[in-house]
């Protein structure tokens, strides 16, 4: 990837464009079946793009409550963006179409047209959570029939497609602008991935520009998402076998409760069952130990990439149970 970085062909992609990032944004385009893509700096600004352009003319925004969309980024797209927003309560990330419908009802209610209904897969908060190709057809079917552009977060898109085994194209089919990071799973440094369709990318081209997206010789990190995209995504076989791994050891542990329904991918959140955990005490005992957690007192999660292996995976469990003996009164 380093290599891949530091031979990159350039130009002025604000001018006359720069050849490895419109390859990256050509192969991200063909994976996700979309008409084109547009390379910004961050998957927040790829969703609030995304957010700019589809509530132009309509305001609404109807997405999954505790989706990164909402939570997250929700003040920078209320700030930013003006649209009003429906959330709709999701199990594991999915949401029923009958509280879709509700959220565009409460729309209407308001006299609000929803110009966006959001999905996100995997689903962040709900534990790296994946919807399949029959539950993602259901909701872009949903949010079409009722006059809204659809956007999908799928700024984990290929551990979803991974771990379904469904092409992401098959994924996103049907949505009018779908965005991944190549800076997550995929390894690369910076960036992710707006596509859509032939006016969504018009259209986002120029908010790019006013977010201040628009880079110039960016192929020296572009070149990364490249590698990313054709070496990493078989990798992820593993790192969702390591984090089922971690989740089963961690659980045998008193310290934590986790509900293994949601350990479909690359994360393991967990919630704390005992009251004396001290965050920044776990956070320095892992530390020097060779383990980067961020923790608080209530939930928090574990992610796998590829630099962890089984054997990591073994020694973190080794030494919060360490910590669980050494560290904490029983309960
Ligand atoms: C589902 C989801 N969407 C968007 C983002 C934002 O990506 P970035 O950190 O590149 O802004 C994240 C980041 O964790 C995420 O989990």
Redesign the pocket.
Same mark, same amino acid.
């Given at each position: 990837m380093l290599r891949a970085m530091a031979e990159a062909e350039v130009g002025d992609d604000q001018r006359e464009g720069d050849p490895t990032t419109r390859k990256l944004e050509a192969t991200a385009a063909e994976l996700l079946g979309m008409d084109g893509g547009l390379y910004v700096p961050?998957?927040? !600004?790829a969703?609030l793009i995304a957010v700019l352009v589809h509530t132009r003319d309509r305001r609404g925004l109807v997405l999954e409550a505790s989706?990164? !969309?909402a939570t997250?980024?929700a003040q920078g797209i209320a700030t930013l963006t003006q649209a009003r927003t429906y959330p709709v309560r999701g199990a594991f990330g999915v949401m029923a179409s009958d509280d879709v419908q509700a959220a565009f009802d409460r729309a209407a209610a308001d006299g609000i047209s929803v110009g966006l209904f959001c999905v996100?897969n995997t689903h962040?908060s709900a534990g790296g959570t994946l919807l399949t190709e029959s539950e993602m057809k259901r909701l872009i079917s949903l949010g079409r029939d009722r006059g809204a552009a659809v956007h999908v977060?799928g700024?984990?898109i290929f551990n979803a497609s991974v771990a379904l085994g469904t092409p992401a194209a098959r994924l996103v089919e049907g949505a009018d602008s779908a965005m991944f990071?190549i800076?997550?799973g995929l390894g690369a440094p910076v960036g992710?991935v707006l596509c859509g369709r032939a006016y969504f990318v018009a259209a986002a081209k120029q908010a790019r520009m006013w977010c201040g997206g628009a880079m110039r010789q960016s192929g020296v990190i572009a070149a990364a998402g490249i590698v990313g995209l054709k070496d990493y995504p078989e990798r992820f076989v593993t790192d969702h076998a390591n984090a089922r791994r971690l989740a089963e050891g961690l659980s045998k542990l008193p310290l934590f409760e986790i509900d293994m329904r949601s350990v479909q991918t690359n994360m393991v959140y967990v919630r704390v069952a005992n009251p004396e955990f001290d965050p920044t005490q776990f956070e320095r005992y892992c530390y020097e130990r060779g383990i980067r957690v961020r923790a608080n007192k209530e939930r928090f999660r574990f992610v796998l990439h590829h630099q962890i292996s089984s054997k990591d995976v073994d020694k973190t469990v080794e030494v919060i149970e360490q910590f669980t003996r050494s560290c904490l009164p029983p309960l």
């Open positions: 961050s998957g927040t !600004m969703n989706s990164h !969309m997250v980024e996100e962040n977060d700024a984990r990071c800076s997550k992710s």
